[in-house]
């Protein structure tokens, strides 16, 4: 059988959430590094202009406007191959805080994301939230995740071109503004409080990801 290629993918607490509730089916991640301008010059045709990528998978820098956001013929499907956090049909294992149980419950995994809601009826004397020992994130190991996604698409755009319908797949919610509530400005508000002010206001490149969940028997992989 066909080997399936997993990556392991930090989610913060918030978006755990949007995920096991199927409010989100995307996901952001800034382009390290970021494109440059081109300044390439064609004797013929002058300048190219736009942006190019130094692709870590390809030997050349990838024109990020022609070949990787409207990708057609050859370049087809190209961002996908070109993106290090997978390509279509890849899957990413979610990492998020977590904790084991300890002696009481040694079968027992604990999830800050949704604790203690996730934990069966059948255990008794669940302990505080603020009393158990959270291990990070980043630390989180294969074995531990308990959500598994599949890629469906990847494509590269601007932060700032994220569109109403988009931030509303991102699970963000929604901020109230002069025409009513939007999406769009609870996807800012999120963006801003993980990466700051000022990653917003440079607009970089990002690498926009879309997924499905995997349950039932397809979570094991062959």
Not at 98 to 111: D, F, Q, S, T, V
Not at 138 to 161: C, F, G, K, Q, Y
């Amino acid at each position: 059988m066909t080997k399936i290629t997993e990556r392991g993918m930090i989610f913060n607490g918030e978006m755990v959430r949007a995920i096991l509730d199927g409010r989100k089916t995307q996901t952001r991640r800034i382009m390290k590094p970021q494109p440059i301008p081109d300044d390439y010059f064609c004797p013929y045709n002058g300048p190219r202009g736009g942006h190019v990528w130094p692709s870590k998978n390809h030997k050349y820098g990838l024109h990020v406007e022609g070949m990787l956001q409207n990708g057609e013929g050859d370049w087809e499907g190209l961002a996908s191959d070109a993106c290090h956090f997978g390509e279509v049909g890849d899957r990413i294992w979610v990492r998020e805080t977590w904790a084991e149980a300890g002696a009481g419950a040694p079968e027992l995994l604990l999830y800050r994301a949704n604790y203690p809601t996730h934990v069966p009826s059948h255990y008794e004397n669940v302990t505080p939230a603020e009393e158990i020992r959270w291990t990070p994130s980043i630390h989180m190991p294969r074995w531990a995740s308990r959500i598994l996604l599949e890629i469906t698409d990847v494509r590269v755009e601007r932060l700032n071109s994220i569109s109403e319908e988009d931030a509303k797949a991102e699970g963000a919610p929604t901020e109230c503004c002069v025409i009513g509530d939007k999406h769009f400005l609870g996807f800012r508000s999120l963006w801003k409080n993980i990466y700051g002010d000022d990653s917003w206001q440079a607009n970089p490149w990002v690498w926009v990801i879309e997924f499905k969940r995997i349950e039932g028997d397809d979570h094991e992989t062959d």
